[in-house]
């Protein structure tokens, strides 16, 4: 007999053991949809931009492209993201990552690295609007690139990498924002298109901050 599709293949996750952080990762979550095929359709269907953000002074390129989907607009790096309405896909993914997560969200960033090229500076995403301990879940879909950690104060700490392949889902909460920097590197080995989703809850006036 056919079982009732379930996303909690994996239903605690894996608790990812990193001091001063709250990380657990779903290496593959039923999406209802291939992995392939979501990356696929939201290529195609998201209004994707690049903007143009300013760091120490000089505007540049972001080198990704983005787009905002929720409730809320957010700011961060000098630009005002105006949300864009949920559609039926991206809701119904917001519906299963909650499920799973236990937490609610309420704007989902989508960022697309359409090749090796593609990468995102450190940052922590900190922000005052997502308050002092935001629960961020972030959806790979496509290559699989290296999400790397670098604690903000401790030295002793080496740069964490953390393989995110397509269809996994990794839970950032507590005090992850706080302590850790992450981001996502320009790599030389060639890679095809990659889209995350974090998911967010915008609970605040917004603050401003850069992000390369
Ligand atoms: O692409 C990723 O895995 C990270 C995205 C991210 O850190 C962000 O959107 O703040
Ligand atoms: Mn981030």
Redesign the pocket.
């Known amino acids: 007999m056919k079982q009732t599709p379930d996303l909690y293949l994996d239903p605690d996750g894996e608790k990812i053991p990193l001091p001063d952080a709250d990380l657990t990762l779903w290496q593959q979550v039923d999406l209802g949809i291939a992995p392939a095929d979501l990356l696929a359709a939201l290529i195609d269907e998201c209004n994707w931009r690049q903007d143009s953000v300013t760091l120490f002074g000089k505007t540049h390129p972001q080198p990704?492209l983005t787009a905002w989907h929720g409730d809320a607009a957010y700011r961060y790096s000098g630009l005002t993201l105006q949300p864009a309405a949920w559609t039926t896909r991206l809701q119904q993914i917001r519906e299963r990552v909650e499920r799973l997560t236990g937490h609610d969200f309420n704007s989902v960033?989508l960022?697309y690295?359409r090749d090796q090229q593609d990468c995102?500076g450190m940052?922590s995403?900190d922000e005052a609007e997502l308050g002092p301990r935001p629960a961020?879940a972030?959806l790979?879909l496509g290559a699989e690139?290296d999400?790397r950690f670098k604690h903000r104060a401790r030295r002793d700490l080496a740069t964490v990498k953390l393989p995110?392949r397509s269809g996994s889902l990794?839970l950032m909460a507590g005090d992850t924002q706080r302590h850790w920097r992450?981001?996502?590197a320009r790599q030389r080995k060639p890679c095809g298109p990659?889209i995350?989703l974090?998911f967010r809850r915008i609970i605040a006036a917004p603050g401003e901050k850069p992000?390369a």
Do not use: K, P, Q
Request: charged content about 25%; proline content about 0%; overall charge positive.
């Open positions: 990704r960033l960022n690295y995102m940052h995403d961020i972030s790979s690139r999400f995110l990794l992450h981001g996502i990659r995350n974090t992000r």
